[in-house]
């Protein structure tokens, strides 16, 4: 009985986890800080500063994101 509850209990714990995707909580804790660094740089930062932000986190010039950040940059500053 007790090898038939384990298999039991071990493929209700595998249909829990379908379609899941483990947590990477290392890259949520990057990108959490990047949201902070991104978020003061919007307050204190001159646009050369800015800039060279993010190319430090290797935005691409002239890429979508790289064009929306600086107009949410440009928007803050008016």
């Known amino acids: 009985m007790d090898k038939e509850q ?3 209990d071990e493929v209700m714990k595998q ?3 379908r379609g899941r995707r483990p ?3 290392e890259a949520r804790r ?3 800080q ?3 660094d991104m978020k003061k740089l919007l307050e204190t ?3 050369l500063e800015f ?7 290797g935005m691409r010039e002239g890429s979508p994101g790289w064009l929306e950040a600086m107009r949410i940059w ?3 500053r008016s």
Do not use: C, S, Y
């Not at 800039?51 to 986190?57: D, F, K, P």
């Open 6 to 8: 384990n298999d039991v």
């Open 15 to 17: 249909e829990k986890q």
């Open 23 to 25: 947590i990477d909580f």
């Open 30 to 32: 990057k990108r959490t």
């Open 34 to 36: 990047l949201l902070r």
């Open 45 to 47: 930062a001159t646009e």
């Open 51 to 57: 800039l060279e932000a993010m190319r430090v986190v």
């Open 74 to 76: 440009r928007e803050n």
